[in-house]
């Protein structure tokens, strides 16, 4: 995924991505990279996290890890990623996190 391409295709590879194991550091970085632009974030994001919990990948708990407390709220379940990532955070330790927003 090119820093210059289209969102719209961005968000296409994004959610075929979910059904290639072993590519969930892509999407980190992905998620890395938009992180500081509202737009791309609220329109990448939650397709991103999505596929990272379909994916299910270790190398993906930290990023999750950092949402817990830094992650955008949203009354929509689908949009909020404190959500997404409780979820995957509980999914991947077993537990549910220490602190969280």
């Given at each position: 995924m090119?820093p210059?391409?289209?969102h719209?295709?961005?968000?296409?590879?994004?959610?075929a991505?979910?059904y290639?194991?072993?590519?969930?550091?892509?999407?980190?970085?992905?998620?890395?990279?938009?992180?500081?632009?509202?737009?791309?974030?609220?329109?990448?994001?939650p397709?991103?996290?999505?596929?990272l919990?379909?994916?299910g990948?270790?190398c993906?708990?930290p990023?999750?890890?950092?949402?817990?407390?830094?992650?955008?709220t949203d009354?929509?379940?689908d949009?909020c990623?404190?959500?997404?990532?409780l979820v995957?955070?509980?999914?991947?330790t077993?537990?549910?996190?220490?602190s969280?927003?």
């Open positions: 090119t210059g391409a289209h719209a295709f961005v968000a296409a590879a994004v959610e991505a979910r290639y194991a072993g590519h969930a550091d892509v999407l980190v970085r992905l998620f890395e990279r938009i992180r500081g632009d509202q737009l791309q974030r609220r329109f990448l994001g397709k991103i996290l999505e596929s919990y379909v994916l990948e270790q993906s708990l990023l999750f890890e950092q949402l817990l407390v830094a992650g955008h009354p929509d379940v949009r990623e404190v959500t997404r990532a995957v955070v509980r999914r991947a077993g537990c549910v996190a220490p969280s927003k």
